[in-house]
């Protein structure tokens, strides 16, 4: 079965951290980019960062400095470390499989930035 599913999301106070990962089943992970998006009430779902099979990176400019991508290719799973965290980082996080064969997408996990 092909499906990509996000954990680690949660609450966390400004200035905080947290990781999210994804867990890939079901497709050939080294063929793939992958990626974490996200959507925020009432706007677009936004790229935040890409990751190739190997290991080159993409963020978005309202994140770089502060998240980290990576992948485990053995393991088919990708992560995003999030710091210094502000309240517009708030949003639902996806994880995405892209390649030419296709995009997956997983199913989300919430990350709200509040005091």
């Known amino acids: 079965q092909v499906q990509l599913v996000e954990s680690g999301g949660g609450l966390v106070q400004p200035g905080g951290s947290l990781r999210l990962s994804c867990a890939a089943s079901g497709i050939t992970f080294n063929l793939y980019v992958m990626g974490w998006f996200r959507q925020a009430p009432g706007k677009q779902r936004e790229l935040v960062a890409t990751?190739?099979?190997?290991?080159?990176?993409k963020y978005a400019d309202s994140v770089k400095g502060r998240f980290a991508i990576s992948r485990e290719n053995n393991k088919k799973m990708v992560y995003l470390q999030m710091s210094s965290l502000k309240p517009e980082d708030t949003a639902e996080y996806y994880c995405n499989a892209d390649s030419v064969l296709g995009g997956i997408w997983g199913q989300g996990t919430q990350v709200t930035v509040s005091s």
């Open positions: 990751i190739t099979s190997g290991g080159t990176t």
